[in-house]
């Protein structure tokens, strides 16, 4: 997954021109959600190409996320970055274009 991570932030510095701190950020989150999937109970999501990663994965994550008490705008960052990174690997015939849809930021107020 590191290798694709890597690709996904390759193509997000030169085809959308995001910032260094985005694209930290991202390569941080990515890793957390990777890092929390191998923490699963028979799980290793190292292979995209065979559509691993499930629903209920990104559920399990998004409670993970909610239990840690992260800010709500931390977790909609985190939640962004996991979908555009699905998205991206969809794109590429590597992961399944339902689960990006499927995940929902938490409503932030900007005030």
Excluded: W
């Excluded at 992260?70 to 979908?83: E, F, I, N, Q």
């Amino acid at each position: 997954m590191e290798e694709d991570v890597r690709l996904f932030l390759n193509y997000l510095a030169k085809e959308k021109k995001c910032s260094k701190n985005t694209l930290d950020a991202y390569h941080s989150d990515l890793i957390q959600l990777a890092d929390f999937i191998k923490s699963l109970p028979d799980q290793d999501i190292t292979n995209f190409s065979k559509n691993e990663l499930s629903e209920e994965h990104l559920s399990a994550y998004m409670l993970n996320l909610k239990d840690k008490g992260y800010a709500l705008s931390t977790v909609a960052r985190k939640v962004a970055a996991a979908r555009t990174f699905i998205k991206y690997m969809s794109e590429k015939g590597k992961a399944n274009k339902e689960l990006a849809p499927k995940l929902s930021a938490p409503k932030v107020n900007k005030g």
